[in-house]
């Protein structure tokens, strides 16, 4: 499903215009990226969870040119699916 294809199914469903579907639909995200990247986690009733993690660097040898790098560490992004979701997913 792409970006404009859920926009529009939500503005059927609650019968909003688009417009005021994108804007909410930003406001929500940039509301998201905002917390997480504070280092907060984003709990979204019936949807999940997300949470920043820290990866520590570590070293690996790239076998080309037969030496040894350093990876740096880095932020990433964890998400973890509510049991409502996880349930209605695998319902048969």
């Given amino acids: 499903m792409t970006n404009k294809e859920f926009l529009e199914k939500v503005s059927r469903k609650t019968n909003i ?19 997480i990247a504070q280092g907060n986690s984003v709990t979204i009733q ?3 969870s997300f949470e920043p993690r820290e990866k520590a660097s570590r070293r690996i040898y790239n076998p080309t040119t037969k030496t040894y790098l350093v990876v740096p560490s880095k932020t990433t992004l964890s998400y973890k699916m ?11």
């Fill in 17 to 35: 215009e688009m417009d005021k579907v994108k804007d909410l639909s930003s406001s929500l995200a940039s509301a998201v990226l905002e917390a």
């Fill in 46 to 48: 019936g949807f999940g």
């Fill in 82 to 92: 509510s049991a409502a979701l996880k349930t209605q997913l695998n319902k048969q």
